[in-house]
């Protein structure tokens, strides 16, 4: 038997399973030294326990009222580690909790993925040109060039279709920064 604590996280009531208290809290205190020293850290900070609140409510069913420590492994790793989220790592303090993300071996793991957000027609050069860390406009006109010489097109309609539109923040963070791990 499990001993459940209920919370209040931005202003809606959760409980939650021992175990995943310390998961959670071991965070937000990560948080919380994270962006002390910022000016708008408490804005982050409530704007990150309101996006947590969100997730938590839909992975509560009418059957399931316990939110268990695999629920907040997973809306961890939407969210990031709170190093990635002020976007700057320093030694000695960082937040490290085994989590199974595509940290492999002290490097990081870089996918592919379509922009959703900056895209004119599909997203593709977008996406292709935060992998290879150049401008999307360079890309666009290379496919232009290659639309000209008869395989561009085609090109084109293969990546739209093989590449994921990257749509969580995990998926984001991973497109623009190869990051996302904890």
Excluded at 38 to 64: A, C, Q, W
Excluded at 108 to 129: E, F, I, N, P
Aim: include cysteine; glycine fraction near 8%; aromatic fraction near 10%.
């Amino acid at each position: 038997m499990k001993r459940t604590i209920q919370i209040n996280l931005a202003g809606t009531i959760f409980n939650i399973d021992d175990d995943a208290y310390e998961i959670l809290r071991d965070y937000l205190n990560a948080v919380e030294r994270q962006f002390m020293s910022s000016v708008e850290g408490r804005e982050v900070i409530n704007d990150l326990e309101m996006r947590m609140s969100e997730l938590f409510t839909e992975r509560l069913k009418p059957l399931r009222q316990v939110i268990a420590s695999e629920d907040v492994r997973e809306v961890l790793q939407i969210l990031g580690a709170p190093e990635d989220i002020s976007g700057h790592r320093e030694s000695g303090q960082h937040y490290s909790q085994n989590y199974s993300g595509r940290y492999a071996g002290g490097r990081r793991t870089r996918r592919m993925y379509r922009d959703g957000q900056d895209k004119s027609v599909g997203g593709v050069c977008s996406g292709l040109a935060y992998y290879f860390n150049t401008d999307p406009l360079l890309l666009r006109i290379l496919f232009v060039i290659g639309l000209f010489m008869g395989f561009g097109f085609l090109l084109y309609i293969i990546l739209w279709i093989a590449l994921p539109v990257a749509q969580t923040t995990e998926q984001i963070r991973e497109m623009k920064t190869g990051s996302n791990y904890f």
